[in-house]
């Protein structure tokens, strides 16, 4: 009809809400695969599972002395069972003072860090304290019979790991309260891994060579 144009105009142009970016572009610059494990964690796994076959041989070791020896433990074998049980009731509750160190970094509170970290350090000195006592007064030596031997490799490489650790444990208090600003985080997380490993591992010890026999 005249006067009426029905000819459609070109189509407004409709604003992009999304500002040019596709649905499907990554907005966040860590955008890696979800739910994959961290390289620490996946090394602090191999690590502990290398140490945990070391002592099943060194327990290994003892079951088979014990069942192939006549007289098991030998007369001269004289522990101190209750000072022994009291320094692991000591090692136990470093545990509890590794646990608490754990839970500062996570709030990032250095202080409380330090003081727990310095805590289990002070608790894991006891302990190598009583082991030394302890081998002053016993009447064997490592070469004195199988006995000896084996209780001297298991204790005393589980007392290696103890200073291992209190010394990990001087070098993270150095470290979180030096001057760094990094989380503290990672490396008091790996420390308490190894230290509730090492625990675990004595408690162990401790019932079968003080209270099995």
């Known amino acids: 009809m005249p006067g ?13 809400t999304a500002g040019g970016v596709p649905p499907s572009a990554p907005t966040g610059r860590g955008g890696g695969v979800p739910g994959r494990p961290s390289i620490l964690g996946v090394g602090v796994v191999v690590w502990l599972s290398s140490e945990l076959m070391f002592f099943a041989a060194l327990f290994g070791s003892w079951f088979t002395l014990r069942s192939s020896s006549g007289r098991w433990p030998p007369e001269d074998a004289h522990l101190a ?41 002070v608790l894991a000195v006891i302990f190598l304290a009583n082991q030394a006592l302890e081998y002053a007064e016993l009447e064997f030596s490592i070469d ?18 103890v200073i291992g650790g209190v010394l990990f444990m001087i070098a993270t208090i150095a470290l979180v309260a030096g001057k760094s600003e990094a989380p503290p985080g990672p490396p008091v997380t790996v420390c308490g891994y190894y230290w509730h490993f090492v625990d675990v591992v004595w408690v162990a010890m401790f019932a079968t060579i003080y209270l099995i026999g």
Request: glycine share 10%; aromatic share 6%; hydrophobic share 50%.
């Open 4 to 16: 009426v144009d029905t000819a459609a105009g070109p189509a407004p142009a409709r604003e992009d």
């Open 81 to 121: 069972v209750g000072r022994t049980a009291a320094a692991t009731a000591v090692l136990i509750a470093s545990s509890g003072t590794m646990h608490l160190a754990v839970a500062a970094a996570e709030r990032a509170d250095r202080q409380k860090l330090v003081r727990w970290l310095g805590a289990t350090a």
């Open 144 to 161: 004195s019979h199988a006995y000896g031997s084996i209780f001297y490799l298991m204790t005393g490489f589980h007392g290696l790991h």
